[in-house]
């Protein structure tokens, strides 16, 4: 019998109407729950609500910072010494009960060129951090180190950008006269006058909160950085002279409204700037990522490994390799045509409904919603594949569900809320089926940003084709034998 013929065959034995009754609840619970979570989600801010900068292609970004600055012509230079730089952490644990002295390891004092003032502009800039020496940064995502180390008593660091046209080199030196060059970088649309000048900007101390069985929650605190720089000097500067301001708002805290405001101070030459935020990639920016619109697919996925599980402890002793195939075909292929129809509608509509509620969404390309769309409906089909096979080879529907849930099901569930320690989600999500689940994950994880880089943020340890490998390789190692421990199709007698 061809192929094609056992298919039908056995796509007839499988769309048995309890089947296909779960099957669309499964999907009516992925649409339903997502939905409902977009409709109880809303922001209301008396009036127009703020939105986070971003960039030309649409990237949500950090662009926060005090800055001093001044018109640069297409070919120029800022120079500057940077003799110190300090700053003030609100509150830290363990006791919460008062403002140290302190640098968060990404504040930054130092240069910048930039396109503007508008938040998401294109820039390039030459800092000093808080523990990671100096770095050039330029649009947001990209870091280029410069050497280790910090500023001590006796100790200052010099800091160039010198721009030619597009193209803008940034340099240090110990002593103003032997100079080494950091990067070179190319910012493409660059104006002929672009602002050029001093900055100093300073993240939220990050701290982690132990609740459930060691899993931690995040705790953010106002932090503020200040450098002091003298022997400023630019080449090529058009006329007007130096403005101060913020990029992105500031001083509306306590500490900057009573103790020390963010803004630039110049007194006999030394130039004093303060500031808050950040300028680079935004890990937390508040925005929803759009598979926070899946909240029903733990559901889905129970579901699905019920209605394979025992569709494959049912099938007969006898069987033919073929047949066996042919069920895991039709196993995996309705599943993956339920998963697609779920959540190619509770996606885009779920996210069409969060920002009507004035929630903002981080940003995707098509390439990665279809991504995810296509993806998580080849996971739940893989699970249920993975399910079939179980059942194949425990012969009891329950044993297959039991096995399939602890080692699908579970892990994704455990590791999506903050209960286990980050260490043992990672691995759960690295050595489990559930790995496959990071098809789903949105949110990009940058070294140069401080964030709770766990699953229960959001922050999956493996890359989507690598937990689809995973995921697909659980699925080969299980179907594999419960089909071949089938016999053979016997030959077709052509006489």
Known sequence: MPFRQVLHREWTAFRRPGRLIALAAAALAVIALGLLQSFGNRVDCGGPCPTPPTTADGSTVGDQFWFLHRGLGPYGSVTVRLTSMTGTITYPPPRHDRIVSGLVPWAKAGIIVKDGVRQGSSYAALMMTGRHGVRMQYDYDHDIAGSAGGLGPGSSRWLRLTRAGDTITGSESADGRRWRTVGTVKLAGLPATAQVGLFATSPGDLTLRRVGLGGAVEE?????????????????????????????????????RYHNASGAVEKDGVVTVSGAGDIGPSADDGARPVESTLLGLAIALIVVIVVAARFGARTERAASRRALTARAVVAGAATF???????????????????????????????????????????????????????????????????????????????????????????????????????????????????????????????????????????????????????????????
Do not use: K
């Open 337 to 495: 045509v339920t998963g697609l129809a779920a959540v190619g509608v509770v996606v885009p509509a779920g996210v069409a409904i969060l920002e009507g509620n004035g929630v903002p969404v981080q940003p995707i390309s098509l390439l990665t919603g279809v991504r995810v769309v296509a993806g998580v409906a080849a996971v739940l089909a893989l699970c249920a594949v993975l399910a079939y096979g179980l059942g194949v080879l425990l012969r009891r529907g329950w044993a297959a569900i039991l096995v399939a849930l602890a080692f699908v099901a579970a892990p994704y569930a455990l590791t999506a809320v903050p209960l286990l320690p980050d260490a043992v989600s990672d691995w759960l999500l690295r050595l489990t089926p559930a790995a496959g689940f990071a098809v789903a994950q949105t949110r990009v994880a940058y070294p140069q940003v401080v964030a709770h880089y766990a699953p229960s943020a959001g922050y999956l340890p493996l890359p989507a084709w690598a937990g689809l490998a995973v995921l697909g390789a659980y699925t080969l190692i299980v179907v594999w034998p419960a089909v071949n421990r089938a016999p053979a199709d016997r030959p077709v007698d052509w006489r």
């Open 220 to 256: 953010v605190r106002f932090t503020q950085a200040t450098g002091v720089f003298d022997h400023v000097a630019v080449d090529g500067a058009t006329a007007g002279g130096w403005r101060s301001e913020a990029v992105g708002e500031m001083n509306h805290t306590d500490w900057e």
